[in-house]
Structures are given as structure tokens and as C-alpha cells.
């Protein structure tokens, strides 16, 4: 069954602590995303990758970082330098042609 | 910058009433062109797509879209909406050789019985 999965669903954390997000493919995609949906804001990319060990910052990459050692695979950290991280985050992946592919999110909740 | 608009944050229809939701792009060369619906609690999922040929496309569960060059529109309409169809809609746009989407804000829908 092929698709992108996320894990965890929820994730609770305290304030100063960093959190990573993992997100894995098995569509074979050489190009992966990270996403943040806010409520009335639609998606805003964070991190995208075209290829394994290179990556780039998308819109608000400010307090986030990624890893792309495996095609399958692109985690995403948000450090304590996220101003306000509680938010949904989405992984994608993208077919040659540009659509895209979505896991089922994470949802981060800073207590 | 490239931009996506979407004009409608918040739609309210009864059962059967027609569906037309805009979606204006910013950006002047080869577009292609997505709608994305997120139901309560489920995954992002495509609803149709415009890469080129017939500017009218067809999606699932009776959606189309009519892309507009010269109007730099999108806009997704279904003839008789469902309860089933109360979601959250995005549009999106890839342009240029770049593989990334602009997302639209998104119009929340909501479908009376």
C-alpha cells in the first residue's frame, strides 16, 4: 500500500525542548516537503528536498531543520528557536510531473 | 512573489445548490494548476489537476475546474453539492521548472441537509 506516513499524530511539547517529526515514503518521490497549516493561513512550506542530502529552506524555515539521508525518508525538527511551534505540520512528496502526495499530519501542541 | 487567492475564507450552501469556488494566480507564464480537498480528519487529497490540453478538467466525485489564462483563474465548481462535500478546499499553483506549490488560504465549506 503505498502513501506517506507521519508519526506521531500527536505530540506534546515543553518549551526549550526540540521535537523531531518523522515522515516516510514509499512512493518512491525524489522531492519531499514539509508544510505548516494554520488556521485561514493554507500551507506554508518550511523545508523541501529534490533529492537525497540536499535540501533547501522554503517560506518560514526559521526555527526548523531537516535531514535527508534516504530517499524514503525527510525528518523534520522544530528547535526551541520556534517562536510558536504549535501548529499541524504535513509531509508531502511529489511526482515528476508536481503533484503532490500528503501524510496524514502531525499535530504539535507546545505546553 | 507568486501568490494564489482565494476569495471565499467561508461558504455556506444548502444541499443540492450549485458550487463555484475562485481561485486567481499571480504568476504570467506555464502553470499548472491543482485543487486539494481536506475532509474532517483525513489526509490532503487531490481533487483534479490541469497540466494542459482542455482548459476544463474533471475531477473526482463530480468536481471540474475551468482554467481561465487570460483571466489567471481557477475556479472548482460541482452543480449539486452534498453534505459529504463540507471540507476544506485549496488551490494550488507550480509554475516555472520549479517543483514546489503555492497554496491558496484555503475556503472552508460547509453543506447543510
Known amino acids: 500500500d503505498g502513501g506517506i506516513t507521519q508519526s506521531p499524530k500527536y505530540l506534546f511539547r515543553k518549551e526549550g525542548q526540540n521535537v523531531t517529526l518523522s515522515c516516510e515514503q514509499n512512493l518512491n518521490h525524489d522531492a519531499m516537503y514539509w508544510y505548516r497549516q494554520d488556521p485561514g493561513q493554507g500551507l506554508r512550506l518550511i523545508y523541501y528536498s529534490q533529492i537525497v542530502n540536499d535540501f533547501q529552506k522554503g517560506d518560514i524555515a526559521e526555527g526548523y531543520s531537516v535531514s535527508r539521508e534516504k530517499k524514503e525518508s525527510f525528518p523534520l525538527t522544530v528547535t526551541s528557536a520556534q517562536k510558536n511551534p504549535t501548529a499541524f505540520y504535513l509531509c508531502a512528496s511529489s511526482s515528476p510531473r508536481g503533484e503532490q502526495f500528503f501524510g496524514p499530519g502531525t499535530r504539535l501542541t507546545v505546553l | 512573489a507568486q501568490s494564489v487567492s482565494q476569495h471565499n475564507h467561508h461558504v455556506i450552501l444548502s444541499e443540492a445548490a450549485s458550487l463555484e469556488l475562485g481561485c486567481n494566480y499571480s504568476?504570467?507564464?506555464?502553470?499548472?494548476l491543482f485543487w486539494y480537498v481536506q475532509y474532517p480528519g483525513q489526509h490532503l487529497q487531490l481533487l483534479l489537476k490541469y497540466f494542459s490540453g482542455d482548459p476544463l478538467v474533471k475531477g473526482i466525485k463530480g468536481f471540474e475546474a475551468e482554467f481561465i489564462k487570460s483571466k489567471f483563474s481557477f475556479n472548482l465548481r460541482k452543480p449539486s453539492v452534498q453534505w459529504s462535500d463540507t471540507a476544506e478546499y485549496f488551490c494550488?499553483?507550480?509554475?516555472?521548472?520549479?517543483?514546489?506549490?503555492?497554496f491558496g488560504a484555503g475556503t472552508r465549506l460547509a453543506v447543510h441537509p
Open positions: 504568476y504570467g507564464g506555464t502553470v499548472n
Open positions: 494550488a499553483v507550480k509554475s516555472g521548472g520549479y517543483n514546489k506549490l503555492i
